[in-house]
């Protein structure tokens, strides 16, 4: 990373960062009740996500850090409107966040109990052992549906493993995603969304009861949840499918300690090498290198997703007006057919080649870039509100549930998706059905234990 000038006014931005990160430090810390990663909560893993992804990049473009996406910001004012809303944003979250807590009269270290609490099982009944069987048994029907519809010449895995060109495994993934030939819902909910889902429930009944029965089936549902999460040789969804079976111990009530994450943080450091390696054909050099490489790529490439938002959608096309948000509040609300994600959006502006060979997909950024691509100003404005209620209020329902494995894999899955999506684009926050229906499924799953409990199965 080339040197920064330290000008007064790069002087200045770098003063003011780092006042407002002590003070959102301070917010934050009363807003989660603790900041601890060995004792995450929603709340307080926001705080790191927009530390590390938002706040630290966007500053660093701010100076004027150089990087491969700079030839895309015409306009400086989107660099330094972008890096002052991302701090705006690290103080208002927590105060929203500590009002609500006022208001509903909640004590955030309520988390710090929970932790500690017994997950219930019930040893003597099938019920729980019958009902995650049939689940398994649909979301694994579910992948090999996927995987057989995609095909084995077009499947990315295999032409991985058999040395395909990165340029073509590059197409091969697009079209594994974006034109997969069966049905989407299949694909999408009862394959990516749910096995995984499925697969920490078993894991947590595995780890209470220790039974080979227990064993058997999370070992199947953990290589079928690998095979989806890796479908398409995205990186991201199979490191954060293993960094979730932390997250999943945490509130279980396991204790984690800086080893652990030292050990989890080194596995996925590995992992996330020799899958650039193997994918894109670099070598190792350039990936250990601040220049380029994974480093590069979560520091400064997920940041300028944002800045690109504000670039795009202020100088070179119109708001999208709600054309983002799923298409029954598309048609009901905003009067529009069709889904229109700013992320497909950036990445036609900036990279049409790239689209038009199959070889790209998205450029997401920080949720406020989603929310100003469709709604301009206010759009930034409801959405630093309504983000952090939407934490609250998560937190406040799943801390007041009875403990069990259904209950702690919902919260973790929770957890885990708000944190994930911060990054990710605004309109899953607004309405996401894939998290409706895994949070049905879980209530399904429940009420259908009930039923067998009381018949005495």
Do not use: C
């Not at 009740?33 to 709340?43: E, H, R, V």
């Not at 199979?238 to 994450?261: A, C, Q, S």
């Not at 509040?329 to 502006?349: A, H, K, P, Y």
């Amino acid at each position: 990373m080339p040197a920064i000038s330290l000008s007064l006014i790069n002087l200045s931005i770098i003063f003011v960062t780092l006042i407002v990160v002590a003070l959102g430090t301070l917010l934050f810390y009363r807003a989660a009740g603790n900041l601890s990663p060995m004792t995450i909560s929603p709340i307080s893993g926001a705080y790191y996500i927009l530390l590390l992804l938002s706040v630290f990049g966007l500053t660093l473009f701010a100076v004027g850090v150089n990087h491969h996406t700079v030839r895309y910001m015409r306009h400086g004012d989107s660099k330094q409107i972008a890096w002052l809303t991302s701090l705006v944003l690290f103080i208002v979250f927590p105060i929203v966040i500590i009002g609500l807590n006022k208001l509903f009269k909640f004590d955030p270290n309520i988390h710090q109990g929970y932790l500690a609490k017994e997950t219930i099982t019930y040893p003597d009944s099938n019920a729980e052992f019958i009902t995650v069987l049939i689940a398994a048994v649909v979301v694994i029907a579910a992948v090999i549906y996927t995987y057989g519809m995609i095909g084995i010449e077009n499947s990315p895995i295999y032409n991985m493993i058999i040395g395909t060109p990165s340029e073509e495994l590059s197409r091969l993934r697009t079209m594994a995603e974006m034109e997969f030939p069966g049905n989407q819902y299949i694909k999408n909910i009862f394959g990516i969304a749910l096995t995984p889902f499925v697969s920490f429930i078993a894991f947590l009944y595995m780890r209470k009861t220790k039974e080979t029965r227990w064993i058997v089936l999370f070992v199947l549902l953990f290589i079928f949840s690998n095979l989806i999460a890796f479908y398409n040789l995205q990186k991201a969804p199979i490191i954060v499918y293993w960094g979730t079976f932390l997250v999943l111990l945490m509130y279980y009530g396991d204790r984690i300690k800086p080893l652990h994450l030292m050990i989890v943080g080194a596995v996925a450091a590995v992992a996330i090498l020799a899958m650039y390696t193997i994918i894109v054909d670099a070598p190792i050099s350039s990936l250990l290198s601040i220049n380029e490489g994974p480093l590069n790529r979560i520091l400064l490439t997920t940041p300028s997703g944002y800045i690109l938002h504000i670039e795009v959608f202020t100088y070179r096309v119109p708001f999208l007006n709600g054309a983002s948000m799923p298409n029954p509040l598309n048609r009901m609300v905003f009067g529009q057919d069709g889904v229109m994600r700013s992320g497909r959006m950036i990445m036609e502006t900036i990279n049409f080649l790239g689209i038009r060979q199959g070889t790209t997909g998205v450029y997401n950024g920080l949720f406020l870039g989603e929310a100003y691509a469709n709604f301009g100003k206010w759009g930034l404005f409801f959405s630093m509100l309504h983000i952090p209620a939407m934490f609250f209020l998560i937190n406040f329902i799943f801390l007041k549930l009875e403990k069990n494995p259904i209950t702690v894999a919902l919260y973790t899955y929770f957890t885990v998706n708000l944190l994930m999506t911060i990054n990710g684009g605004y309109a899953d926050y607004v309405f996401s059905i894939i998290w409706i229906l895994v949070a049905l499924t879980a209530l399904a799953m429940w009420l259908f234990m009930t039923i067998l409990r009381k018949l005495k199965v």
